[in-house]
């Protein structure tokens, strides 16, 4: 199949990457050279109106409403056609027990062909932390066993708390000026240290945004077998995969249904990984 005219007409259109924290390093390179694109970082355009990982302002929407304002208020404010963008977010596993992940979403935005394809990585080496001191020694001591200072740390009056928050912290004499600050006050008897989860401060979350990216991408090269347009990826599942052993039901999913956002073809492909459910897997067999 011939690559989509929607990929010959990216080549070498701008597209805005809606970031001030440094993702353009990770996201840039593999948007312009898988993509054709050519990406640029918007003047002034200040992402923590759209939330903040240190509470002060509720995300604007779900996770992916939040990435998709993003990119949309980066494309209106630069005139660009192509916009680019991304959002994390943290909490339990959707499928293990008791493990914590985290979630990034990206999502790129045509105008021009009236295209929204997204990716996704989850992971679980992304870590947030957070925990109440009462020195400027212990303060250092957790930011090095956090990783410090490639991993950032943001310290605050308290957990609950939403004023006096530093965020841009590098040495070990940043750590003790501000935490000797806090604790100077009246009433005040320790302070509040937690991992800074914003991309340019954290090596692990920035390494999530890459392959993200790449699940873009990959989801960008998946072609409609209609009209050719990318983006034909999975938008509904049905379930009912058979036993091996008692040839009922199970919940397990046995189609994935693919839909074409341009022609809205839709197209019901069999699971290939797995063609029947285990006994083990089955609600009649192992109730």
Known sequence: MEKSDVFKGWRDQKCVIATMHNKELVTAPLLQSELGVQVFVPENFDTDSFGTFTRETNRAGNQLEAARKKALGAMKLTGAQIGFASEGSFGAHPVIPFMHSSLEIVVLIDSIHNLEIVGNFRSSEVQVRGQDVSSPAEVIDIAHAWGFPKQGVILRQSATSNRH???????????????????????????????????????????????????????????????????????????????????????????????????????????????????????????
């Open 165 to 287: 928050i530093y965020k841009e912290l590098s040495t070990d004499a940043d750590l003790k000026r501000i935490s000797e600050q806090l604790l100077a006050k009246f009433f005040v008897k320790s302070v509040c240290i937690e991992t800074d989860m914003r991309a340019h401060r954290c090596p692990q979350r920035m390494e999530s945004i890459k392959m993200a990216t790449l699940d873009l991408i990959k989801n960008c090269k998946k072609l409609c077998p209609i009209c050719t347009a990318p983006g034909f990826v999975t938008t509904d599942v049905v379930r009912g995969l058979l036993c091996s052993q008692c040839s009922l039901p199970t919940e397990l999913v046995k189609e994935t249904i693919h839909t074409c956002q341009k022609c809205s073809h839709t197209e019901n492909r069999p699971v290939e990984s797995k063609t029947l459910a285990e006994p083990g897997e089955c609600q009649w067999c192992n109730p």
